[in-house]
């Protein structure tokens, strides 16, 4: 073989040779079936909570506070127009006021009116009392986000706050006690039927509603209930039947003193 030769033979394996790694380089990846599949969160401690014992239904998952946005809030003195940016969902509203004066809140958006009037009885206004103020609070539900046109009559200084109600770890049966409006936190209320007794004293009104975590009332024939509205002192157990097992909270209207239990029927 001569020189020649010899040295293109070599010159060819050489080329040969870088090419061959080359193409072994570009080969390194994985095909999209040979990728390992993503690997799948591990729930959180909170979301691997065991209910208690006495719970026979699986609980609800927590509701979302309002779009996580933080507390909205308005201060004030006497009747005052305001805009507050609020999120779709449920609502605590909580007013806060100098003097135990009667006091009007409405909130409109697009698609929603809410109108909420709080009234004292001078007997039992000191049981309705915070921080040395006089304060009432209600749950209600908007449909959607919206910038909300708030309306505020009253006559001393006052705070409004927009948050998301307390929620407890609690099943039935409960009692709340209260004077004024309130609302009471949110519990577990399974399928079922339900004697809700309601009393009330130095009152002119009281209503009481059940709402559900999406902002729902338990309605019958059109009427809210337990207790759509009655006029003066009431005692009385009423029948409800549940037919889904959710978080509730109770809407409880009234100026006097009252107390509200639920329990098995």
Sequence with gaps: ?????????????????????????????????????????????????????????VKTPQPTPVSGEEKASLSGKGDVNASVELAGGVHLLTFTQDKADKSEIAVRTEKDYIGLTNLYNEKVADKSMKDGKYYWTQA????????????????????????????INGIVPQTFTGAGNKATPFFQINEGDYNISIKADNNQLIEVHLM?????????????????????????????????SCN??????????????????
């Design 1 to 57: 073989m001569s020189k020649l030769n010899g040295r293109i033979y070599l010159f060819t394996f050489l080329v040969l040779l870088i090419a061959g790694f080359a193409l072994s380089a570009g080969c390194t990846g994985s095909s999209g079936a040979d990728k390992t599949p993503a690997a799948t969160a591990a729930p959180t401690a909170e979301e691997t909570t065991a209910a208690t014992p006495e719970e026979t239904a």
């Design 140 to 167: 209600f539900m908007l449909e959607e986000d919206a910038v909300a046109d708030v309306e505020v009559y009253a006559d001393s200084e006052w705070t409004l706050d927009f948050s998301f109600p307390q929620m």
């Design 212 to 244: 559900d975590y999406y902002g729902n009332p338990v309605m019958v024939d059109n009427a809210e209930m337990p207790l759509a509205y009655h006029e003066g002192a009431y005692d009385n157990v009423v029948t409800v039947k549940i037919t889904e």
């Design 248 to 265: 509730y909270l109770m809407n409880v209207i009234c100026d006097g003193e009252w107390t509200v239990s639920i329990e098995e029927a």
